[in-house]
């Protein structure tokens, strides 16, 4: 016998299932009333009889007295093969359609009030008459038993079913399908590595011939871009991708020097530790890189301020700074964000005349205002009492600055206990603002001309190198998309792997493809530009972020800024990479870490 879904065959054996059929059968032929029917004593209609199986008295014994053994539910196929929720049929005859207009969920028809019994058939009879019955009824559906054949209708223990929406015009099923995202949002974070995931093969990446490897150097270096075509069958065989890809490698630094890392500058004492740095007891040297530094700094932000080059990154051993030319990330000028930042520098930056703004506690301020404002009147005068004390403190700290310790002389116990000197009491009012040094909430935003004073203050700066350590004397790391006086250019490193993963069934094939070294935003939006279409539209993306960075992608951007246009068509990026980077940023202190691509469609997590 074969086994049927849903059957346990250790349950009841074959013969004794058709003997308590025909037993059954039997039974309810001779007695059509006696259990074929219930009527419920607060209404006049019918209840066809499902039995339960549950605990409790026996079935029917609250009427006559005497009850009817149950039976097990699972003790016929019919019984197996059906939910007890489900199975009702509905028995449409020339009398109810004339006395009623409409059916009862019971199964009894007709007006209300009236009594009837309706009579349980067998499975295989009552299949027979809903055949009759529909064929006999011109217009009426025909009645289908198939929905109650399965217990695991759809398979619905093993698969979740979801819920097709339905029109509220019309009866017709139709599928509402979620609109695609064909772009994401602007990391201005800097990546340490890249991790593309796909189905097919990265292979056309990697071994670039000699002439695809020139082109795409010609390309980047005069700014030019191929048209890549939107579906691609083999990835090997187009020029174009392979060129293109060549050409989102390349980045622009300075200092280049072949035996060293020159970034990540912050926590990398570890990678200069054994390293050959000749101008560690060099002063001349020293002052040689320095200058040719200076140099560099002041070309990048000439470019930057002829809209030339749409930004660049100024990397130290204590903080990094990212310049954004005007028209980017929604500013109408030109911004600059440094993070992490301290005390020292902070005042060091006011004592230059730079006016700079701390993004993070304004939008702390900003939602603690916003909640204040719903608090009701009590709340209000709360915060008035502590506002009243926060008064009194101030008062009691100004009167220790005029000699607070005034009563210890009047007591005659000068002497006897020592005083705070004036440095502690002043980091003691200022414990504010130490409490955010080496934090994402430290980023200080320039804007306008400042940036301009804040480079002359970098050029000036006697803190920006190391004194001592393993980075002492080697200038800031300076990343650019764009050549710039003293620069080198440089090239991402991009390797194909092919692993095996395992799935339920077992193993499969999954490619990848690593890209390691200063990713920059408009490497990242060039690369899944590529992608895009080598790999049909669908890959994923493990993205590690360099985390001091992460704090880059804060919204600076006012109304009255996001209004304005800027066009950058001559810094030398691709056309939908400056139209992600106008955008404001949205991503807040947290960065992009993965980004999957489906069916053309871009989802992101951060």
Same mark, same amino acid.
Not at 283 to 310: F, G, I, N
């Given at each position: 016998?074969?086994?049927?879904?849903?059957?346990?065959?250790?349950?009841?054996?074959?013969?004794?299932?058709?003997?308590?059929?025909?037993?059954?059968?039997?039974?309810?032929?001779?007695?059509?009333?006696?259990?074929?029917?219930?009527?419920?004593?607060?209404?006049?209609?019918?209840?066809?009889?499902?039995?339960?199986?549950?605990?409790?008295?026996?079935?029917?014994?609250?009427?006559?007295?005497?009850?009817?053994?149950?039976?097990?539910?699972?003790?016929?196929?019919?019984?197996?093969?059906?939910?007890?929720?489900?199975?009702?049929?509905?028995?449409?005859?020339?009398?109810?359609?004339?006395?009623?207009?409409?059916?009862?969920?019971?199964?009894?028809?007709?007006?209300?009030?009236?009594?009837?019994?309706?009579?349980?058939?067998?499975?295989?009879?009552?299949?027979?008459?809903?055949?009759?019955?529909?064929?006999?009824?011109?217009?009426?559906?025909?009645?289908?038993?198939?929905?109650?054949?399965?217990?695991?209708?759809?398979?619905?223990?093993?698969?979740?079913?979801?819920?097709?929406?339905?029109?509220?015009?019309?009866?017709?099923?139709?599928?509402?399908?979620?609109?695609?995202?064909?772009?994401?949002?602007?990391?201005?974070?800097?990546?340490?590595?890249?991790?593309?995931?796909?189905?097919?093969?990265?292979?056309?990446?990697?071994?670039?011939?000699?002439?695809?490897?020139?082109?795409?150097?010609?390309?980047?270096?005069?700014?030019?871009?191929?048209?890549?075509?939107?579906?691609?069958?083999?990835?090997?065989?187009?020029?174009?991708?392979?060129?293109?890809? #060549? !050409?989102? $490698?390349?980045?622009?630094?300075?200092? *280049? /020097? %072949?035996? &060293?890392?020159?970034?990540?500058?912050?926590?990398?004492?570890?990678?200069?530790?054994?390293?050959?740095?000749?101008?560690?007891?060099?002063?001349?040297? #020293? !002052?040689? $890189?320095?200058?040719?530094?200076?140099? *560099? /700094? %002041?070309? &990048?932000?000439?470019?930057?301020?002829?809209?030339?080059?749409?930004?660049?990154?100024?990397?130290?051993?204590?903080?990094?700074?990212?310049?954004?030319?005007?028209?980017?990330?929604?500013?109408?000028?030109?911004?600059? /964000?440094?993070?992490?930042?301290?005390?020292?520098?902070?005042?060091?930056?006011?004592?230059?005349?730079?006016?700079?703004?701390?993004?993070?506690?304004?939008?702390?301020?900003?939602?603690?205002?916003?909640?204040?404002?719903?608090?009701?009147?009590?709340?209000?005068?709360?915060?008035?009492?502590?506002?009243?004390?926060?008064?009194?403190?101030?008062?009691?700290?100004?009167?220790?600055?005029?000699?607070?310790?005034?009563?210890?002389?009047?007591?005659?116990?000068?002497?006897?206990?020592?005083?705070?000197?004036?440095?502690?009491?002043?980091?003691?009012?200022?414990?504010?603002?130490?409490?955010?040094?080496?934090?994402?909430?430290?980023?200080?935003?320039?804007?306008?001309?400042?940036?301009?004073?804040?480079?002359?203050?970098?050029?000036?700066?006697?803190?920006?190198?190391?004194?001592?350590?393993?980075?002492?004397?080697?200038?800031?790391?300076?990343?650019?998309?764009?050549?710039?006086?003293?620069?080198?250019?440089?090239?991402?490193?991009?390797?194909?792997?092919?692993?095996?993963?395992?799935?339920?069934?077992?193993?499969?094939?999954?490619?990848?493809?690593?890209?390691?070294?200063?990713?920059?935003?408009?490497?990242?939006?060039?690369?899944?530009?590529?992608?895009?279409?080598?790999?049909?539209?669908?890959?994923?993306?493990?993205?590690?972020?360099?985390?001091?960075?992460?704090?880059?992608?804060?919204?600076?951007?006012?109304?009255?800024?996001?209004?304005?246009?800027?066009?950058?068509?001559?810094?030398?990026?691709?056309?939908?990479?400056?139209?992600?980077?106008?955008?404001?940023?949205?991503?807040?202190?947290?960065?992009?870490?993965?980004?999957?691509?489906?069916?053309?469609?871009?989802?992101?997590?951060?």
């Amino acid at each position: 016998m074969s086994q049927q879904a849903g059957y346990s065959p250790s349950f009841k054996r074959p013969a004794e299932i058709l003997r308590m059929r025909r037993k059954r059968a039997h039974s309810e032929g001779v007695s059509s009333g006696g259990r074929g029917a219930i009527s419920s004593p607060c209404e006049g209609a019918s209840i066809s009889a499902v039995r339960p199986f549950s605990t409790g008295p026996l079935f029917g014994q609250g009427r006559s007295g005497r009850g009817v053994k149950r039976r097990n539910p699972f003790a016929s196929i019919e019984n197996t093969f059906s939910s007890p929720a489900k199975k009702k049929v509905f028995i449409y005859s020339d009398d109810d359609a004339d006395s009623s207009d409409s059916v009862k969920p019971g199964g009894s028809a007709g007006v209300e009030g009236e009594k009837s019994t309706t009579r349980t058939l067998p499975f295989s009879e009552r299949l027979l008459q809903a055949e009759e019955l529909s064929k006999d009824v011109p217009g009426k559906k025909p009645t289908s038993l198939s929905e109650d054949d399965s217990l695991f209708e759809d398979e619905d223990l093993f698969h979740e079913r979801t819920p097709i929406p339905k029109s509220p015009q019309a009866g017709a099923v139709t599928s509402i399908a979620a609109p695609a995202c064909v772009e994401y949002p602007a990391d201005w974070s800097l990546k340490t590595r890249l991790l593309f995931t796909s189905l097919l093969p990265f292979s056309w990446a990697v071994q670039p011939r000699a002439t695809e490897e020139a082109q795409g150097l010609t390309q980047h270096c005069r700014g030019q871009y191929t048209t890549i075509p939107q579906s691609i069958q083999d990835p090997r065989t187009s020029a174009e991708l392979r060129c293109g890809f #060549q !050409q989102c $490698l390349q980045f622009w630094q300075h200092p *280049s /020097l %072949s035996w &060293l890392s020159l970034f990540p500058r912050i926590g990398a004492e570890r990678s200069f530790t054994g390293k050959n740095v000749p101008w560690a007891q060099d002063m001349a040297l #020293q !002052q040689s $890189l320095m200058s040719e530094w200076s140099v *560099s /700094l %002041s070309s &990048l932000y000439s470019l930057l301020k002829a809209r030339l080059c749409p930004y660049f990154y100024v990397c130290s051993y204590q903080f990094t700074a990212l310049f954004r030319a005007s028209g980017l990330a929604g500013n109408s000028n030109i911004t600059a /964000l440094l993070t992490p930042t301290t005390r020292g520098l902070r005042e060091a930056m006011k004592a230059d005349g730079i006016e700079f703004t701390l993004p993070q506690l304004e939008e702390r301020r900003k939602s603690k205002e916003q909640g204040s404002t719903a608090h009701n009147q009590e709340t209000d005068g709360e915060e008035e009492e502590e506002t009243q004390s926060e008064a009194s403190d101030k008062e009691d700290d100004d009167d220790d600055d005029d000699g607070g310790f005034s009563w210890l002389t009047e007591m005659g116990v000068q002497d006897k206990i020592k005083k705070p000197d004036s440095i502690s009491i002043k980091l003691h009012k200022e414990r504010n603002s130490v409490c955010l040094d080496h934090k994402p909430e430290s980023v200080v935003c320039v804007s306008g001309t400042h940036t301009f004073t804040l480079i002359n203050f970098l050029i000036n700066c006697k803190s920006l190198v190391a004194g001592a350590g393993s980075q002492a004397g080697l200038p800031p790391t300076l990343l650019a998309p764009t050549a710039f006086r003293g620069a080198t250019l440089h090239s991402l490193k991009a390797r194909s792997v092919n692993v095996k993963t395992q799935v339920r069934a077992g193993y499969q094939d999954v490619c990848s493809l690593e890209v390691t070294g200063p990713i920059m935003p408009h490497s990242l939006h060039a690369l899944t530009r590529m992608l895009r279409p080598a790999q049909r539209g669908g890959f994923s993306t493990a993205l590690y972020t360099h985390e001091p960075t992460a704090v880059l992608n804060t919204h600076t951007t006012t109304r009255e800024q996001a209004e304005q246009a800027v066009e950058l068509d001559g810094c030398g990026l691709h056309p939908s990479t400056i139209q992600q980077l106008h955008r404001p940023s949205t991503l807040g202190k947290s960065p992009l870490r993965q980004l999957h691509l489906n069916n053309y469609s871009y989802t992101w997590k951060s």
